[in-house]
């Protein structure tokens, strides 16, 4: 068979018009490393070998442009061809390829994205490896960058993180309020020691908010009870709320 037609489709795409009306879409790398040239001779044989590479180089640009939009690892370019319907065999090429050419690399994905979550999220150590296992690496790789990450850049990190807390939510008492705050931080991945002590000087202004509560609680209840009913229903509601039985007495003796 002979090559009648050639021409550009795109930046590394060619169309390839065979005599016996069959058109092939071949990637540059392949054109090239096969010297396809107009009204070149070719047989089934080749033509057969021309195919199969040609899927070699599409895989290989597939998970090139993949790599492009962001730093990937060895995992996410398994799935990545896995869905494109590529066979394993094809998928183990192609990821050998890239590692060779130094364009997979799951080291330098830990450390870019340990790098990437401490600068744009709010994940502690614990999440971020967590996250980090999902991608199949070596744990020991993780742990070793994990280990890494500045302690004070931790600390100025949470200082951030509470302090914000703090301002949104001063309508807890300091005793719930400094449990939310310690379930929001392990649920973000830090672990305790890093920050209990931070938490001890958390402190809402009780006086303030037990007085705004009683007020709230007092206007509403009082619809419906009275006397030492109310009292207890008041007593009742401010408990559930995280304040302190020394708070609540005190409160009442100035106030009933």
Do not use: W
Not at 203 to 211: F, S, Y
Request: charged share 40%; hydrophobic share 35%.
């Amino acid at each position: 068979m002979k090559i009648l037609k050639f021409k550009k489709k795109s930046k590394d795409l060619y169309q390839l018009t065979l005599d016996n009306g069959e058109i092939l879409d071949l990637y540059e790398d392949v054109v090239v490393s096969e010297m396809l040239v107009a009204k070149k001779e070719l047989s089934k044989e080749e033509i057969k070998e021309i195919v199969k590479k040609n899927s070699n180089a599409e895989a290989y640009s597939k998970a090139l442009g993949y790599i492009l939009i962001r730093i990937r690892s060895k995992f996410e370019i398994e799935e990545y061809l896995k869905k494109k319907k590529y066979s394993e065999s094809l998928i183990n090429l192609t990821i050998k390829r890239l590692i060779k050419e130094g364009l997979l690399n799951d080291e330098e994905f830990v450390k870019s994205y340990i790098n990437d979550k401490l600068l744009l999220t709010n994940y502690g150590p614990y999440k971020i490896k967590n996250e980090l296992l999902k991608h199949k690496i070596n744990e020991d790789i993780i742990d070793k960058y994990i280990a890494s990450i500045d302690e004070d850049e931790i600390s100025d990190k949470l200082d951030k993180i509470i302090n914000k807390y703090v301002k949104a939510n001063k309508k807890y008492s300091n005793y719930v309020l400094k449990n939310k705050l310690r379930e929001y931080l392990i649920n973000l991945g830090y672990p305790s020691n890093m920050f209990i002590d931070k938490i001890d000087f958390v402190n809402n202004d009780d006086e303030d908010l037990i007085k705004k509560e009683f007020i709230k609680e007092y206007n509403k209840l009082s619809k419906k009870y009275n006397d030492k009913e109310l009292i207890l229903k008041i007593k009742q509601k401010l408990y559930q709320k995280g304040f302190t039985n020394v708070d609540v007495e005190s409160l009442m003796q100035k106030y009933c």
